[in-house]
């Protein structure tokens, strides 16, 4: 059985940067779309960023591009979010997710694995 692992949450200061690492256990899960989304309270969980297991595609949500850097290491089934230039909007428990197809990235039904979030509190 697979499990995903997330790390690396923290309190920042706006404009500071985190990264935040997501580990896969069990055996491998071969060819899939690893995903981050966040969710913040009162709030719909959101996609923020996939990857493919080729680590050639990759989607962001609007508001992260050209801040956040998605990436995987196939080796070791790790993925990575790297967060910079992070805003008070950022906070958020985030999550870390993974999908056999990779068709529908932006959705969270795409996923059938999911980690059990990290806490990103970003103080203005």
């Known amino acids: 059985q697979v499990q995903l692992v997330e790390s690396g949450g923290g309190v920042v200061q706006a404009g500071g940067s985190l990264r935040l690492s997501c580990a896969a256990s069990?055996?491998?899960?071969?060819?899939?779309?690893m995903g981050w989304f966040r969710q913040a309270p009162g709030m719909e969980r959101e996609f923020v960023a996939a990857?493919?297991?080729?680590?050639?595609?990759?989607w962001y949500a609007d508001a992260v591009k050209g801040r956040f850097t998605i990436s995987r290491d196939g080796a070791t089934n790790t993925a990575f979010l790297q967060m910079n230039s992070l805003k008070s909007e950022d906070t958020a428990v985030y999550y870390c997710?993974?999908?056999?197809?990779?068709?529908?990235?932006?959705?969270?039904?795409?996923?059938?694995?999911w980690g059990q979030g990290t806490q990103v509190t970003v103080s203005s």
């Open positions: 997710a993974a999908g056999p197809l990779g068709l529908f990235v932006r959705r969270v039904d795409e996923y059938d694995l």
């Open positions: 069990g055996r491998s899960f071969g060819s899939r779309v």
């Open positions: 990857i493919l297991s080729s680590g050639g595609s990759t």
